[in-house]
């Protein structure tokens, strides 16, 4: 394929992006319950089979994946156009296409989707929604710009558990809930033996050494922004990208949107004041680590009190400690996350569901009394449907938009810090800085390479 400057391909889109407004918003008459959306994926394999089931009824007109064996033989047949480069493809099928699921590796996110927010188009990106912190702040302000439909692909968010422990919580069940535990086990690394079907691979050698890139990949756009002189090798691509440093950023990435999706939105656990490592094993400058404890510090939010929430992954020595009102099994769950409260201690799952007491006879006491009446509206279908409904004006704006994605994703990124670094962060919300640490400046902001720079349509 001829190589296509980046210059070019963004100049050839700009005046198109200027004045053609998203096909369907929020707050204006939308299409009839029988209108179909033209969807297009960047990112057409793997994860995006949630993409392609959540998008179930809609058109699927168009995939761009950098690997030309990601194309399902189902989309082709039914006339999806396929491209190696995303860029291509929203320049040459920008007026056909109404929104786009972004469905690559954490690395590439942020170009994907602040490309096709710029041409006017909705987007739903895989969480997490970005790799570093400059890149969610920037994509909150493109959604302010663009006025366009955003959703952070996180189901637990939909889902109703996440809803009743927020009104379990606002009726006052709790009290005051002023520390948390959010945990996971792994990752659960092996040893890499050829396939392709795992996601947790470690090199015996630092960094992997190069490799033949397939005929089929396009290694030079796979890395998308990313300044690297990396070569290319299996450990990256299709699936085990996640453990690298460069690429994704582990346990974190993986299960922390999951996971603590509910703490974060029910307390407003935003911006932390301090973040702080307090215990690790393994990792080193190209692998996360293989198990780690990060503490954040949050000041009084309105009329919630200080908080300290706390991340544990890896083995059981960095598990959280029991919990003596913990009486539905002789052990903590394998994950899920721990409020405690004045009044009572309460849990959510691995999905930020299925909500409980602590205690198991007081939570037999509290469904006997009646539970809060719901307050918050249940979703049906997912995020994909919550965002397909708001786009066609069916539907209230995502739960899991872009203010507050952004917003708990730098969170996030931040503890991804702490762990990769070590030490203790004292973090400026306002500056978008660790003022205490301007060594990290290049990782809250990481270098972009030439040709990928998106900051003139911010």
């Known amino acids: 394929m001829k190589k296509v400057k980046r210059r070019s391909v963004l100049k050839a889109g700009t005046a198109a992006a200027a004045v053609t407004p998203a096909m369907f918003s929020i707050g204006k008459p939308g299409p009839s319950a029988n209108s179909k959306l033209n969807i297009a994926m960047i990112g057409a394999g793997n994860i995006a089979g ?16 950098v690997d030309s064996n990601m194309f399902p033989k189902w ?3 039914q006339g999806a156009k396929t491209f190696e480069d995303f860029r291509v493809m929203l320049d040459k099928m920008g007026k056909d296409i109404d929104a786009v699921c972004i469905n690559t590796p954490d690395h590439t996110h942020f170009v994907a989707t602040i490309d096709a927010m710029r041409r006017g188009k909705h987007v739903c990106t895989q969480k997490p929604l970005t790799h570093n912190i400059r890149e969610a702040r920037a994509l909150r302000k493109a959604k302010k710009k663009y006025g366009v439909t955003t959703n952070m692909a996180v189901q637990g968010h939909t889902y109703d558990g996440i809803r009743q422990m927020r ?3 606002e009726a006052d069940v709790f009290g005051q809930v002023t520390e948390v535990h959010s945990w996971r086990s792994g990752p659960p690394w092996k ?3 050829g396939g392709n079907n795992f996601y947790w691979h470690k090199p015996v050698e630092f960094p992997p050494p190069g490799a033949a890139i397939p005929s089929n990949f396009n290694w030079d756009l796979w890395k998308g922004p990313v300044v690297t002189d990396l070569p290319f090798n299996r450990f990256y691509h299709p699936k085990s990208w996640r453990g690298f440093n460069t690429f994704g950023s582990g346990i974190f990435g993986d299960w922390m949107p999951h996971i603590s999706d509910a703490p974060v939105w029910i307390l407003d656990l935003y911006e932390p004041t301090v973040v702080e490592l307090e215990e690790k094993e393994g990792g080193n400058e190209w692998m996360v680590p293989d198990a780690n404890r990060v503490r954040w510090e949050f000041k009084k939010r309105g009329n919630k009190a200080p908080c300290t929430f706390y991340w544990h992954n890896g083995g059981p020595k960095f598990a959280p400690e029991f919990f003596d009102d913990w009486t539905w099994s002789k052990k903590l769950p394998n994950s899920g996350t721990i409020y405690r409260g004045e009044k009572q201690n309460g849990y959510t799952d691995h999905r930020s569901n299925h909500p409980r007491l602590a205690n198991k006879e007081a939570a037999k006491a509290f469904k006997e009394s009646g539970y809060p009446s719901e307050k918050y509206p249940r979703i049906a279908g997912g995020p994909f449907q919550e965002w397909i ?16 994605a952004s917003a708990f994703t730098e969170m996030m990124l931040i503890g991804v810090l702490a762990a990769r670094f070590g030490g203790r962060i004292e973090w400026d919300s306002k500056k978008m800085k660790a003022s205490n640490r301007p060594e990290l400046d290049a990782f809250i902001q990481e270098p972009i390479r030439s040709g990928w720079d998106y900051s003139e349509y911010l």
């Open 50 to 65: 949630m993409a392609y089931g959540g998008c179930k009824g809609e058109n699927i007109v168009a995939l761009a994946d």
């Open 75 to 77: 989309a082709v047949d």
């Open 167 to 169: 009104e379990w919580y």
């Open 191 to 193: 040893p890499y033996s």
């Open 389 to 404: 409904r708001a786009i066609k004006g069916e539907g209230p704006e995502p739960g899991a938009n872009f203010d507050y």
